[in-house]
DNA sequence: GTCTTTGTTGGCAC
DNA sequence: AGTGCCAACAAAGA
């Protein structure tokens, strides 16, 4: 699930719900998903609000009254829960404010981690994390294009180029600009560099627009009909699947070339 | 039991 | 150095 659409839905509902309220203490019930130990974790937030919640890339950023940032990061599946009562099974740390209400970290596969960070930019180059997907500006990814080499699908999904898009949205913004996975960047002219760039912000915004819900995903996607059989929104034919840098992808082999 | 899965990292080959 | 491929991590569903 958490490609840039869910994080962004995330940092919404964080936003919404669990900013500017004092922090009585942080849980965490699996330690392999901490990587700043629970002990830490208390001492740095313990007391302290969070008063922003912003997003790079894949990654939540919740910032705390003393600048600092406690990051998320939710792997391959997972979400946020701010309530009162009974967690959620999955649940993995939380932060227990003293209105009596949480913010649980729920992240089924263990696949996902938190940390404590003193200074974004530090960590950005620490995780190798690129321009994020929603803020990079043409000229910059006109750059970033023309320098690489690769298959597309590895281009896009590559986050130390440009962060927050993965193999589902990679799917669709290559669906939807025509363009098969498997082709090398190397091919492509200047205009289509710029129809790339457009649709990677059309595609994540829409994405955004409908809560990230697969299910409840614009009728032009693919999105909905990743499954081999299915048929192809544009065209009618049969959606197929493949595999390119290791990860499976479903396409269109009629509209996409 | 087997295979696949929305992510990331590290190892190996070229 | 950059790129491709694979295994590992973990758990759930088909």
Known sequence: MPELPDVEIFRQYAEKNALNQEIEKVTVDEPKIAETDESQL??????RELIRAERLGKYLLLT??????????????GWLEYKQGEKHRHTRASLIFSNGYALNFINPRKLGRISFSSNLDAFQKEKKVGKD????KLEEFQDLIRKKKGTLKSFLMNQSIIAGIGNIYSDEILFQAGMNPKRQISELEDYQHMALFQLIKEVLHKAIEHNADPGNMPLSFI???????????????????????????????????
């Open 42 to 47: 208390n001492e740095e937030l313990k007391g």
């Open 64 to 77: 705390t009254t003393k600048e600092n940032i406690l990051v998320m990061h939710f792997g391959m599946t």
């Open 133 to 136: 997907a929603l803020a990079i």
């Open 223 to 257: 999105i909905p009909r990743r499954k081999e059989g299915e048929k192809c929104p544009a065209c009618g034919g049969e959606v197929k699947k493949d595999k390119v840098s290791g990860r499976g992808f479903y396409y269109c082999p009629t509209c996409q070339k």
